[in-house]
């Protein structure tokens, strides 16, 4: 509490620390005869500032809660003198001040009065004098003119908020400059055709406050929907990707723990990693999922976007697509996983909306948005690589068009170079970073991955045709599987009319993005996942809304390319045998056929023919020349997006890999734990997963020695290890590191469920709680074990009754780690009873020792006191262990009476 | 203990008021302007602190979650105090930014003073000072006669107090 009352108190004497400051400055320049101006206040403010970081600075050296103290004291402490500032520029020269101190000397005047004493150019000839004389005007031969830009910029920084709060005075001051007033080279810009505006300036605001409306509805779809759900993690990626995001929050690098066997690009992580500055575990986890649900609605933004510009949508429908598109039911569902394609998904969409805009209006500036967005893309996922290739090949093929048309084709390749350029500095830069400042030992990286895999599938004939069966099954599955009417529609298109892959740059890129994600598959998986039917459908996912989108825009070729696409589709699928054999493990793009397998209990089939039937019968009926058509279609989507959306919101909620039902090690090993002790202390799973609470998920090999173990264990230590004893030792010879945070957590609330009372740790509360490296490395320094010992040794307890010489029955439960001898030695009022209970190494944790004694209660309140035997010293050369100790339990034996038991 | 989490949490409300602040008054801007802001920046975090941030924040220790608290209220209040006093000038778009911008649009050519003061017109300058000293209760009318209220009046008092204080005459407007 010291150093938040010393926080306080500076804060409190900022307001006349400053004020002396200011006084002081005022006489001095009186003395001198100096015109006291309001650089004197922002003086005065500035030094209260830096003193007060000073003091706070000075009272928490030397303090791990050094910089957050100096941060906070400095926060609060400059506030207080920006107000004190602000408020003295008001008194000297504010608008309402001057009218306020007005109506004070001359009370009852009119407003006209008072706009005559205060007129318009009364104003301007004090602020203009004022101006001069700090040099922020110049005036020469009768024109005045800016020389400090510094004041157009804050006067722009404020203008950009009035606007964005619609205050009048801003859209005044842009829209009704004086032709007499404006630029020079106003009328050379409008020949150029630049800032000209295409919609009345009303409408483009209704436009954009439509748009804002749009986005906030799905934040708070998407909100709900995670709120809903809960984190799910997935295999060990997502503990690789918050290995890192620990890392960046609590130690400030980029590195990864030995045992992160893999390395995924880092950007991801870095956006998690806020969530981990966090030390309460609830809040942590509402912050991550609060970080996926603010990534995953910016989706809606470039399908605003795509679906205007590329779509030919607009108003209502625009509105209605973008929001319906937005929250596909095939994409909502990354909004509550931890992984990649949270932050992928958008990140696509920028892209294939800078691409439209790219195409529309070839630049140099385009074209370097476009390579950042590619370099974001990458540094997010290695499979960023296949929009890479993509967009290369539709460079390649746009040059050559160029070239054919019109011989300039110069200037597209440079662009085109130029968006590859900016991608390559940026992945340029991160690999070099990877390699020399980022730490990652015993890790593969992800191009290892795709190495092995390669060498792996093309070295032997039986897993070649696996990985051909993989390739075949995810193209039709791409090509058909897009909310299945969209795939087919677009796949007929391309058939029907392949002139528009050339004309229609976009589509070209789109399909090329399947047919290399598919490749993905074939050439980067290693056969060891195995079955024909793949489980990775989620690299189709990011294209699922281009494919859409691409339908909408060609919607008016509709119905006998629809028809023919359907035929000839069914009828490759029928001739391939391979009717979209993936098992829909992730999110699927296949709706109509794979979703309602998780949905409401009803028979497959059934389920399968209704969803599929509520999608196609709204389109049927959109096209029907009828009233209600168009609101009854609309009603029907909606009902079929809410169904699918439930859908998978129960089938993630209900999933074993949600974080809110306990990973693998959460829930079972837990309930191993109460059914089978000892069973589960030989438990040792691949990959040790844990949920979000607890932060981490260990990968303990089983060829390391126990010591690495433990200290694995101990390295992902967090300071949300609030609660958590450490409940494994290197000494027992055949026990392995059983598990980290939230699983002791649960293990110790399951497994001694009736033991929740305040225990202090051996090692010292502040240690866990706040120096989890200084654990590590007192750990490591010392060389040996160390182990946290509870231990609280005495308990005091009260019991009453009305009739004394009433028995009681006594019960005190003791669990002990290992083989350590603990005595218990029973007291009461101060007297010892019985020879002590001896705890001896038979009883191996988690045993749990019940003693229990009977007791005449020879007064009406009789005080029942238990001692415990302290367990040996860290420092001691024999091993300690752990004790837990419940609180004792006091029943009343006596029937007859009417005897309570009180602590 | 002080701790970011603290700055960040507090940051964190104090932007959910913020974005409710600006989509009320897209939707429809209030009349008394300082008393919404301070429902927004200030109450509304305050009552998500007290509701939902505790639920977050507690850690087993009611003491504890007070001062936390406590903590993330002082830096709410820091930061809407910063803003609701700086609110002013992006309202009511002070006399000085707007020459700036306009000198600004100008660019080098410059325009003379009495070219400034026509484009500049008696609504940008102090058209609604006294509207919104009305509207938030620091001035009231009696058929058609303004009065400092007792907002106003305290405020007036404080500030010629002050001034005295430092010795220093009256401001220049």
Avoid at chain 1, 405 to 422: F, H, M, Q
Avoid at chain 1, 602 to 610: D, P, T, Y
Avoid at chain 2, 51 to 70: E, K, N, P, Q
Wanted: charged residues 15%; contains cysteine; aromatic residues 10%.
């Amino acid at each position: 509490m010291g150093e938040i009352l010393g926080c306080l108190i500076i804060v409190a004497a900022s307001l006349p620390f400053a004020f002396i400051i200011h006084w002081a400055l005022c006489k001095w320049h009186q003395r001198r005869g100096r015109r006291i101006t309001q650089g004197t206040a922002l003086t005065a403010a500035l030094l209260t500032t830096v003193f007060a970081a000073a003091v706070s600075g000075v009272l928490a050296r030397h303090r791990p809660y050094f910089w957050p103290s100096v941060l906070y004291t400095t926060a609060l402490s400059g506030a207080v003198a920006y107000v004190y500032f602000v408020m003295f520029c008001n008194t000297e020269s504010g608008r309402r001040y001057r009218v306020l101190e007005l109506l004070f000397h001359s009370p009852g005047i009119t407003a006209e009065e008072i706009h005559s004493a205060y007129s318009t150019s009364y104003v301007l000839e004090k602020r203009l004098e004022r101006m001069r004389k700090w040099g922020i005007i110049e005036e020469s031969s009768g024109q005045v003119r800016i020389r400090k830009r510094s004041s157009v910029w804050t006067a722009r920084l404020f203008g950009l908020w009035g606007r964005i709060l619609a205050f009048p005075v801003w859209e005044c001051l842009r829209n009704h400059v004086p032709s007499s007033l404006s630029h020079p080279d106003a009328a050379t810009r409008t020949a150029a055709g630049e800032g000209k505006q295409t919609a009345p300036r009303d409408f483009a605001r209704a436009g954009g406050l439509w748009m804002v409306c749009g986005y906030l509805l799905v934040l708070a779809v998407t909100a709900i929907y995670c709120y809903k759900t809960g984190l799910v993690l997935i295999l060990a990626d997502s503990y690789f990707l918050v290995d890192r995001s620990k890392h960046i929050a609590l130690q400030g690098n980029l590195n990864l723990s030995p045992g992160t066997t893999l390395a995924y690009p880092p950007l991801y992580s870095l956006l998690l990693s806020p969530a981990y500055l966090l030390s309460n575990p609830r809040a942590a986890n509402i912050v991550l999922r609060l970080i996926n649900v603010l990534i995953y609605s910016l989706t809606f933004f470039p399908i605003w976007g795509l679906l205007k510009s590329y779509g030919r949508l607009e108003g209502r429908s625009l509105w209605l697509g973008s929001v319906f598109l937005a929250l596909l039911p095939c994409t909502l569902p990354w909004a509550s996983i931890l992984l990649t394609e949270v932050l992928y998904l958008p990140l696509v969409y920028w892209f294939f909306y800078g691409l439209v805009t790219f195409l529309e209006r070839p630049s140099f500036r385009r074209a370097a948005t476009l390579g950042l967005i590619l370099g974001l893309c990458h540094l997010t996922r290695a499979a960023g690589g296949v929009v890479v290739i993509s967009f290369l090949a539709v460079g390649l093929l746009d040059t050559i068009r160029q070239f054919r048309r019109t011989r300039c084709w110069a200037r597209t390749a440079s662009e085109y170079t130029a968006a590859l350029c900016v991608y390559g500095l940026m992945v340029f830069a991160w690999r070099l970073m990877e390699s020399v400042c980022v730490v990652m030992p015993d890790n593969r990286g992800y191009g290892a991955i795709v190495l092995n895999a390669m060498k792996e599938t093309m070295s032997t004939g039986a897993d070649f045709s696996l990985h051909v069966h993989w390739f075949v099954n995810c193209l039709l599955y791409y090509l058909t599987g897009s909310l299945t009417l969209a795939g087919v529609f677009v796949s007929a298109l391309c058939l029907l009319r392949p002139r528009l892959l050339v004309q229609d740059p976009f589509i070209s890129f789109t399909l090329l993005c399947v047919l290399g994600s598919a490749l993905c598959i074939f050439l980067f998986f290693e056969s060891s996942l195995g079955e024909p039917p793949l489980i990775w459908n989620k690299y189709l996912i990011p294209y699922v809304l281009p494919i859409l989108v691409i339908a909408l825009r060609y919607r008016a070729n509709g119905g006998g390319v629809m028809l023919l696409g359907c035929i000839a589709t069914l009828g490759i699928l029928a001739l391939a045998s391979l009717p979209c054999r993936l098992v829909c493990f992730m999110p699927d793009s296949l709706t109509a056929f794979t979703m309602p397998r998780h949905c409401f209990g009803l028979s497959e089939s059934w389920r399968a023919a209704g969803y599929f039937a509520a999608v196609v019968v709204p389109l049927g009926l959109a096209r029907l020349p009828w009233r209600w058509g168009k609101v009854l279609s609309l009603v029907s989507l909606f009902g079929v997006w809410t169904f699918a959306s439930l859908g998978a919101s129960a089938y993630w909620g209900e999933s074993h890999l949600n974080q809110r039902n306990g990973s693998s090690l959460g829930k079972r090993i837990c309930q191993e734990l109460r059914d089978r002790p000892s069973l589960a202390l030989h438990h040792e799973p691949p990959y040790i997963f844990t949920g979000v609470d607890m932060r981490a998920k260990i990968h303990v090999p089983k060829t390391d020695i126990p010591t690495q173990r433990l200290e694995q264990i101990v390295s992902s230590q967090t300071p949300h290890d609030r609660d958590i004893l450490l409940l494994t030792t290197r000494n027992i010879a055949a026990q392995r590191p059983i598990a980290t945070d939230w699983c002791r957590w649960r293990l110790y609330r399951f497994s001694l469920a009736s033991m929740r009372r305040q225990h202090e740790v051996g090692l010292g509360c502040a240690e866990v709680l706040d120096g989890s490296y200084e654990f590590n490395q007192r750990m490591s320094a010392e060389g040996k074990p160390v182990f946290i010992t509870e231990m609280k040794p005495s308990f005091t307890v009260k019991a009453y009754s009305s009739r004394p010489g009433t028995q009681a029955e006594v019960r005190l439960k003791v669990a002990t780690l290992q083989q350590i001898p603990k005595d218990i030695q029973l007291r009461v009022n101060g007297q010892a009873i019985g020879s002590p209970v001896h705890v001896g190494p038979e009883h191996s944790w988690p045993h749990v020792l019940t003693a229990k004694w009977h007791l005449p209660l020879e007064t009406e309140e009789s005080i029942l006191e238990f001692t415990v035997t302290p367990p040996q010293p860290i420092s001691s050369p024999r091993p300690a262990g752990v004790l837990l100790v419940e609180e004792p339990e006091v029943e009343i034996l006596s029937r007859s009476s009417s005897g309570r038991v009180q602590e | 203990m002080i701790a970011y989490n603290h700055l960040l949490w507090g940051g964190g409300l104090f932007g959910i008021g913020l974005a409710i602040h600006v989509l009320w008054w897209r939707l429809r801007r209030p009349k008394d302007d300082i008393s919404a802001l301070a429902l927004c920046l200030l109450l509304l975090p305050a009552a998500i602190q007290f509701t939902g941030g505790s639920w977050l924040w507690y850690a087993g220790s009611i003491r504890h979650l007070m001062v936390d608290s406590f903590l993330i209220l002082g830096f709410i209040v820091s930061l809407a105090a910063v803003y609701i006093i700086s609110y002013p000038a992006a309202q009511a778009a002070s006399p000085t930014m707007l020459v700036a911008l306009r000198l600004a649009q100008r660019g080098e050519a410059g325009m003379s003073v009495k070219e400034l003061v026509a484009s500049l017109e008696n609504a940008d300058i102090c058209g609604e000072t006294v509207p919104r000293l009305l509207d938030e209760r620091f001035a009231c009318a009696v058929e058609g006669r303004l009065f400092l209220a007792k907002r106003g009046m305290q405020m007036v008092r404080v500030c010629l107090a002050w001034r005295y204080l430092l010795g220093l005459p009256e401001g220049e407007g």
